[in-house]
């Protein structure tokens, strides 16, 4: 089982977007931490949009975690300071995340009715 990460930033901000699981939603487990990109800046705005895909294992407790009601999801982003870069947050400007995961479940064909 997987977590796709895609990430696009165009604020001139670095970071860190975490996602999270769990079955208590006052006690989440980190699932998946990956960095936020930050574009080149000049003149004091960000050049073009910092683009940045990744792809990482669930791990096996929050695949156990997943088998149980209520699953809790959350999703943090911290975002850093721009590193003494003077640089203007603009309307226009945008952070998006997309995750998806991929889980297969392997049946037995008896457990299905088979032979």
Do not use: H
């Amino acid at each position: 089982a997987s977590i796709d990460l895609n990430i696009t930033n165009s604020i001139p901000l670095g970071g860190v977007v975490k996602l999270l699981m769990g079955n208590d939603s006052l006690a989440m487990d980190v699932v998946v931490a990956v960095g936020i990109p930050r574009g080149r800046i000049v003149d004091r705005r960000v050049e073009a949009s910092a683009e940045s895909s990744y792809v990482r294992l669930i791990p096996e407790t929050s695949l156990r975690n997943m088998r149980r009601a209520p699953l809790y999801t959350q999703q943090i982003i911290e975002l850093y300071s721009s590193l003494g870069d003077t640089a203007w947050i603009f309307g226009a400007d945008s952070l998006a995340v997309q995750a998806s995961a991929t889980i297969e479940y392997m049946v037995n064909s008896k457990d299905e009715g088979g032979n």
